[in-house]
Antibody, heavy 118, light 108 residues
Framework: EVQLLESGGGLVQPGGSLRLSCEAS????????MNWVRQAPGRGLEWVSG????????YYAESVKGRFTIFRDNSKNTLYLQMNSLRAEDTAVYYC???????????WGQGTMVTVSS | EIVMTQSPATLSVSPGERATLSCRAS??????LAWYQQKDGQAPRLLIY???TRATGIPARFSGSGSGTEFTLTISSLQSEDFAVYYC??????????FGQGTKLQIK
């Protein structure tokens, strides 16, 4: 069974940058589209970004477009989210999730907390 | 963007009883509808995909129905571990994939 482990969260000042990582436990990672989903404190789920199997296609929510970049390294079974120009409203737990296109998100990581505050 | 609306926001049900949660899409999503369960401090867990197919390991007391714009998640005979927040999500017309705002299922 695929397991996902996020890392890279923390406290950052407004305008700062952070890179999140999501490592998959098995090689089947390379055969799946992947996503980042976030959840602000006390709020619901918000899809942030998605990427195709090869990394050749990427997708973003309007709220992060131009500031966040999703990419993957299939040789390392790892998904990334580069977050720049961070704002207070980006404060959330960030989850990576396997799935997308015609599939639901069937595997989720445990999440990593990002806090944007001065 | 497809807007997903869940009702009610909070549902109080006694253990052993049936719970019915609703999800409405602002336009048709065919059967590309998933339900997730989230407990406090935990990641969401996929319960139902394709509107009515249970994910691996999900008990038979969870069932999904509907297509187009109207969907229902039914939990028959509620167990203590079922009290959580439930989200619906469409993966028909994206980006973005969109979630409902959630229904909190609490003990009556």
């Amino acid at each position: 069974e695929v397991q996902l482990l996020e890392s890279g969260g923390g406290l950052v000042q407004p305008g700062g940058s952070l890179r999140l990582s999501c490592e998959a436990s098995v090689v089947t990672f390379i055969k799946n589209a992947m996503n980042w989903v976030r959840q602000a404190p006390g709020r619901g789920l918000e899809w942030v970004s998605g990427i195709s199997v090869t990394g050749g296609a990427t997708y973003y929510a309007e709220s992060v477009k131009g500031r966040f970049t999703i990419f993957r390294d299939n040789s390392k079974n790892t998904l990334y989210l580069q977050m720049n120009s961070l704002r207070a409203e980006d404060t959330a737990v960030y989850y990576c999730a396997k799935g997308g296109y015609t599939s639901a998100f069937d595997i989720w990581g445990q999440g990593t907390m990002v806090t944007v505050s001065s | 963007e497809i807007v997903m609306t869940q009702s009610p926001a909070t549902l109080s049900v006694s253990p052993g009883e049936r719970a019915t949660l609703s999800c409405r899409a602002s336009q048709s999503v065919s059967s590309n509808l998933a339900w997730y369960q989230q407990k406090d401090g935990q990641a969401p867990r996929l319960l139902i995909y394709g509107a009515s197919t249970r994910a691996t390991g999900i008990p038979a007391r969870f069932s999904g129905s509907g297509s187009g714009t109207e969907f229902t998640l039914t939990i028959s005979s509620l167990q203590s571990e079922d009290f959580a927040v439930y989200y619906c999500q469409q993966y028909y017309n994206w980006p973005p994939y969109t979630f409902g705002q959630g229904t909190k299922l609490q003990i009556k």
